[in-house]
């Protein structure tokens, strides 16, 4: 007598050693509604080598009864798309923990160079107290005016100051300065801008080949549909960004 066969996709693997699910879909014919409809059944598979992935179109085949549910192994893979589907997640993974730590490396260089800046205003408020107190004369018991003298050259040496109050610029604060890596994120960044001037007169047959056959559509429908055509660098913007 043949064995009972049937091809079906795993949907669950790892749960149960050496064991999956595997769907099997069948098309019947219902009298009650005159038409075709497809019924699944679940099956729970042997599978020896635990080499399953979900996503796997599989042969499976009838043997003795390993348990009262499973009586069925795998005897064959027609398409191995779960092991490509593992892969293509291994890969994300590996994606991630690089962007991760590209993330982290910036948040630290980041961190460092605001400390910087608020070191250099301590010691700015500190040099302006210090003079304040040199010119008024305000001194503690303990402390002279040599060595406010030389605390004061301390900091001017430190930053390059050659008289105080100076004129010069001693800080480079960039605090208003747009922060972007790639013409990408410098559309996001002006994004709000690049749909203002889209929706400028100026610019309507413009917007209309952007939109195509969605002008009629609502406004927020529109919106969406021109931030991916903004996102999309290989279209051309009609004017030019800030710096």
Same mark, same amino acid.
């Given at each position: 007598m043949a064995r009972q066969n049937f091809v079906g996709l795993v949907v669950s693997q790892g749960k149960m050693s050496k064991t999956v699910k595997v769907r099997i879909s069948n098309k019947v014919y219902d009298n009650r509604i005159d038409k075709e409809i497809v019924k699944r059944k679940d099956y729970l598979v042997h599978d020896e080598g635990n080499v399953c992935k979900e996503g796997d179109i599989v042969r499976i085949e009838s043997i003795p009864k390993i348990s009262k549910r499973k009586y069925f192994a795998i005897a064959e893979f027609k398409q191995n798309k779960g092991q490509q589907f593992a892969q293509y997640e291994d890969l994300a993974k590996s994606r991630i923990k690089e962007e991760q730590q590209l993330f982290l490396e910036s948040f630290k260089n980041h961190k460092m160079e605001f400390n910087k800046i608020i070191t250099q205003i301590s010691d700015m408020k500190k040099l302006d107290e210090l003079s304040y107190k040199l010119r008024n004369g305000i001194n503690d018991d303990s402390v002279n005016d040599e060595v406010l003298i030389n605390e004061i050259n301390d900091i001017k040496a430190k930053y390059n100051i050659n008289s105080w109050p100076t004129t010069e610029s001693t800080l480079e604060l960039e605090v208003n300065k747009p922060v972007y890596t790639?013409? *990408?994120?410098?559309?996001?960044?002006?994004?709000?801008?690049?749909? *203002?001037?889209?929706?400028?007169e100026k610019f309507q047959q413009y917007k209309s080949n952007i939109l195509g056959g969605n002008v009629d559509k609502k406004k927020n429908i529109q919106k969406n549909l021109m931030r991916t055509w903004i996102l999309n660098v290989n279209n051309e913007l009609p004017f030019k960004l800030p710096e």
């Open positions: 790639n013409e *990408e994120e410098k559309r996001v960044f002006f994004m709000d801008f690049i749909l *203002e001037q889209l929706n400028n």
